[in-house]
């Protein structure tokens, strides 16, 4: 249960900062998708999810470049990267992301 708060409480802190900050805080997620470790893929990917779900009016004009940079993980190996993608795939199609040229192929 307390991780599940700590999880939850991580999520709105960086939902707070993106609301003030948007570009900086994508900046910073997306440039961890390069990072050697999959902890810091998935957990990028999973705020990410989270700004979808959550912050959809606010990330309007940042549609098209989030899909471009999340598309540059669907050759990772890692299963835990590949499940938290295809979980934000689905949070994105839900959101109309995937409408934009690039999105479908």
Not at 7 to 34: D, G, K, Q, S, Y
Not at 59 to 86: P, Y
Request: glycine letters at 4%; charged letters at 20%; one cysteine or more.
């Amino acid at each position: 249960p307390s991780t599940i708060k700590n999880h939850n409480e991580l999520l709105r802190c960086f939902e707070i900062l993106a609301t003030n900050h948007m570009e900086p805080v994508l900046t910073h997620l997306i440039n961890r998708f390069m990072a050697k470790e999959s902890s810091a893929r998935v957990g990028s990917l999973l705020i990410i999810r989270h700004f979808v779900n959550s912050m959809n009016d606010q990330l309007e004009d940042k549609k098209a470049f989030l899909l471009s940079s999340v598309t540059s993980l669907t050759t990772d190996a890692n299963l835990d990267v590949r499940k938290a993608l295809v979980q934000l795939t689905v949070s994105m199609a839900n959101h109309g992301y995937l409408v934009l040229e690039g999105g479908q192929g």
